[in-house]
């Protein structure tokens, strides 16, 4: 499932991406342990002692329980749905008939998961009619009474009428998952304009109970068949295969959708809505988008991969496709990034693009990541919640196993440097097992440590294995457990049988214990003993992460050859002395790069020169970069930055756009530089950091540049940049375009520029649209806007003041997210602040004796809105805070530690 790496690029201000989906709470935890070295007087020891405190909360609240897999009392072989849907109630009408066997002890009852339901009849199935049985309920759980003792031998089937009523169950949520109902109604009274009516539903981790009676369980598997009746224009989608439709004749049709093949019940779904479905196959199985109507034409940009995807991925698995075909539907106000139902992966609404967005940043990733999990997740699947990383650490190594083999090596690195900064943010302030048994809550299990940290595991073992061997393993793993559940040491075992090597060293240190290694590593040539002389000291907190056991490669650069040395880092402190005919002309350490964990590496500069210039591939060079530009002469860093801005690959050529020093750029080299890669280069987001860098010059002579950008540039992202930068040199010419583009486009990107530049430039009249992109829960970084969007209402009115602090309320009190929640709070002080300061002007007058009896009056009525206006902002904020619920955010609260000028 795509959710922490999705919201973490929530927090971005670029690309749509990971997931991962968790590093929103990544951020504010990453500000407040820097704050402790911050001279800022608004963020500074208080603020550290938050942190150090809530990451004391946290520890504190997580339950020392041991949490195991769900204890087998019943094993359910078949579910059998008949669907009805009461739109305007939001309700489920179900008849469920569902078949299950005891698991090995005879039983005489058992208990189902079914939340917040209408249970209007348990019955026994029998071969001439229905039985029907005592039971209890809860509210959570059926406890069902059999009419008499079942042996493991035994087969029985029940029939259970319900209502689900979704919406009137009390939901939690979390930074991963944002809700947890299990089914979802979109517009469902038709009052929405732009939004179509849809039910989709979302199952993980324990949700889909919520919609159908159940065991809900990764540890358990069945079959399913599911009839949906819906009204005629809407299509269905399900698991399997749709196997008939039948009209009706009152306006609605029934769809039978079957599987035949067992999965786990949080991975059965429904979609039903308007939707224009386009089928392609592939080996002669059925391959289909659903997507609204005007994307249609863009399916091919969008998912046209998919069938290359599923060849390749069955290719390198040696496991072909188990699923009986495969459908990506697109849903409305989904609760995550993206979901891997077993053969029908649902997908959030930002994956529809245009050719102009999706120059900016396509989904690739979100394909990919859903697809793999069709095998990790889906055809062999995690046992328990604590074993998710079988799921999810392979779901994020299969995005990089398709970049790696469509887009080459340098961009998939780049992914894998992604993988590694997301797992080393949360590790700030979060170091646990991969493999966790102890913790507070499952949807904890949804983070960098699960998906990112993970990934770059699998990388590791695959270079220390070889290819052949670690894919042969892999093999070896799902055909074994093929629909079926594994835990960690059954993919331990896979890989052992295979290499013939004990890897319990492996997986304790990675799978089943806490940290990475954090290397310092002192490199020097001894001419007189012809040796590279190569120190390694582990620095982790050895109470806290383990001593590693690291295989590494170190290479040796000569003009005419490389010479590979393997070696074994195994000690706290560890010495290599490599044999060296003369000075290499580079030491590579950690030649392949697969290391997870940090390394200080300290070797002469010329040595980073040499590998910026004389490696290949991008996580070479981009290491040498970052040496260079810390450590190297301002001289030595420029020109090689320089060069930089015309490496042949984008990553490599943002980073030095990012980096170069334009302060004494008397001569306008390097501007001219950018100007040429603003205009011409091929990759958006390099167009784009050019202009920001360029807005830097402060020089008007760039206006034309940003002004002929806005007009011609076909992406969305470089005009949003070039808007920006016009208006801080000419704030009238950049609200002027401002004025015209949001008449005419509606894209996130431009449009969080453009409020922006509202909420500094703007005037009553722009009020209404910075309100609708508050509100607008797919506007990317929105406490951004929320936090700012105070600044703007101080210069406003009363009336437009007035209006808009029932927004700033709701946001502040219901907002599942809490760095919007904090940004409505930060935003009513700012209001709050200015009329304290009406407050100290009227107050002035008035003590001034003013003679004037209408300026009398008129300091009296500034004195008398000012304080009813405070009363009421300040009962505003102090229920939001009341009200708060989160534990992080209630320590800032209490504290009253400001982080505003932190969140940019």
Known sequence: MLT????????????????????????????LFFAGCSTNKKIGSSANSVFLDTVQVIEDRVEKIYKPSEKRVVDLIHTKLDLTFDWSNRYVNGK?????????????????????????????????????LSYDYDSLMIKVFLDKQYSRNDTFDLFIEYTAKTYELEVEGSEAITEDRGLYFVNHDGKEEDKPMQIWTQGETEANSCWFPTIDAPNEKMTQEIYLTVDEKYKTLSNGLLIYSIINGDGTRTDYWKQTLPHSPYLAMIAIGDYTVVKEEWNDIEV????????????????????????????????????????????????????????????????????????????????????????????????????????????????????????????????LEDFLYGYLSEARFKKVNLIRYYYDDREDMFDAHSYDKGGRILHMLRN???????????????????????????????????????????????????????????????????????????????????????????????????????????????????????????????????????????????????????????????EALEYIVDEGTYGVSQSILIKALNDKFWGLRIFAVDEIDISQDSSEVIKNMLVKLAKSDKNSEVRSVAIERLEEYEDTDLI?????????????????????????????????????LVKKEDNDELNRKIAKIYLKHGDESNNAYLLDIIRDKNTRSRYLIIADYGDFLSKMNDEVIAGSLEVLQDIGTNNKNWLNRYAATQSLTKVLTKYREDEVVANGMLNNKVEEISANKEATDKLKNARENISKIEEIVESIKSNEKDETLVKIYENNVDISDMME
């Not at 539907?329 to 994956?351: L, P, Q, Y």
């Not at 061997?469 to 093929?482: G, P």
């Not at 997986?507 to 001419?527: C, M, R, T």
């Not at 706290?572 to 392949?592: G, H, I, Q, R, T």
């Open 4 to 31: 922490f790496t999705y919201l973490y690029n929530s927090l971005q201000e670029n690309k749509n991406y990971p997931t991962t989906s968790m590093r929103c709470f990544i951020f504010l935890f990453t500000v």
């Open 96 to 132: 469920a008939e569902l078949q299950f066997v005891p698991y090995f002890y005879p039983i005489n009852e058992f208990s189902l998961d079914a939340k917040g339901m209408n249970i209007h009849s348990v019955e026994l199935m029998l071969s001439d009619s229905n039985q029907k």
């Open 288 to 415: 289909s988008y659903y997507v609204e109507k005007e994307y249609e034409k863009y399916v091919d940009m969008i998912f046209g991969n998919t069938p290359e995807m599923l060849e390749f991925y069955s290719n390198i698995l040696g496991v072909n496709y188990p699923w009986e075909k495969y459908s990506q539907v697109v849903v409305r106000d989904f609760v995550s990034g993206a979901m891997e139902n077993t053969s029908a992966t649902v997908i959030i609404e930002k994956i529809q693009q245009t050719e102009r967005e999706y120059m900016d940043g396509d989904f690739e990733d979100y394909i990919a990541h859903e697809l793999f999990h069709q095998w990790f997740g889906d055809l062999v699947t995690c046992e328990s919640w604590a074993n998710l990383a079988l799921n999810e650490s392979f779901a994020t190594y299969g995005e990089y196993l398709w970049y790696e083999y469509k887009f080459g090596l340098d961009v998939a690195q780049y992914k």
């Open 464 to 622: 220390y294995l070889e290819d052949e061997a670690f894919f042969e393993a892999i093999k070896s793993y799902l055909t074994k457990h093929r629909f079926q559940t594994a835990e960690v040491h059954d993919l331990r075992i896979a890989f052992e049988e295979v290499s013939g090597e004990d890897l319990n060293w492996f997986f304790d240190q990675w799978f089943l214990s806490a940290g990475h290694p954090e290397l310092e590593v002192d490199i020097k040539y001894n001419e007189q003993a012809q040796q590279i002389n190569i120190n390694v000291v582990q620095l982790q907190d050895l109470t806290k992460a383990p001593l590693f056991k690291l295989p590494l490669d170190v290479d040796l650069y000569y003009k005419d050859t490389v010479m590979r040395h393997s070696i074994k880092i195994e000690e706290k402190n560890s010495e290599f002395n490599l044999p060296a005919y003369s000075e290499p002309l580079l030491v590579n350490f950690d030649a392949e790069k697969v290391l997870l964990g940090t390394k200080d590496i300290f070797k002469p500069i010329e040595q980073w020169v040499y590998q910026y210039y004389n490696t290949t591939y991008y996580l070479d060079k981009s």
């Open 704 to 740: 034309g540049i940003f002004e002929s950008t806005i007009e011609k540039d076909s992406s969305y992202m470089v005009i949003a940049s070039a808007l920006q930068s016009l208006t801080k040199l000419s704030p009238e010419k950049g609200k002027a375009q401002a004025d015209i």
